[in-house]
């Protein structure tokens, strides 16, 4: 995708969303990743893999109770200045891959807690990473989770 169209879209997206009620910053998310796929935006990607990774966070450690107030305020943010900024612009060292932080699967897979299905299908990155670390500790999907069964936790990371 053109990045002047990449910015388009989400400058059109921004749009909808500062004058739709009913738009909410998931569902933000949700359209960002649609249009970064597409554009094959690495900026946009990884900000969506750090704001699904907090989100995760926050959902295994406060269920959705504690404050994701300023992690959305930085999605919206990486995405406004993403609508006004030609991709190419943007310096090498933005460029730089996430480092995949293991702490959360350890401690799911050091208590033998279910993991939502969900977080390994959302999370950019999840599937190389979590996926097998699960399967080698001995995790099943089951319904909507991963749930334990008698493993091995060697598979700690």
Not at 55 to 66: A, F, M, N, P, V
Not at 118 to 144: F, N, R, S, T, W
Request: proline share 3%; aromatic share 6%; charged share 35%.
């Amino acid at each position: 995708m053109d990045t002047n169209l990449l910015a388009n879209a989400l400058a059109d997206l921004m749009e909808r969303f500062d004058n739709e009620v009913a738009m909410t910053i998931p569902e933000v998310v949700d359209e960002v990743e649609r249009i970064a796929e597409k554009a094959k935006s690495q900026v946009l990607l990884r900000a969506i893999a750090k704001y699904r990774v907090q989100e995760r966070e926050e959902l295994t450690k406060w269920g959705i109770r504690g404050d994701m107030e300023s992690v959305e305020d930085e999605f919206i943010e990486t995405v406004r200045s993403m609508a006004g900024k030609r991709e190419a612009n943007i310096n090498e060292s933005e460029q730089k891959t996430i480092s995949w932080n293991y702490s959360l699967i350890n401690d799911v897979i050091k208590h033998k807690r279910p993991y939502p299905a969900v977080l390994i299908d959302k999370v950019i990155g999840a599937k190389e990473h979590e996926l097998p670390v699960l399967l080698q500790a001995g995790y099943k999907l089951d319904g909507d989770n991963y749930t334990p069964e008698e493993g091995d936790s060697s598979a700690l990371k």
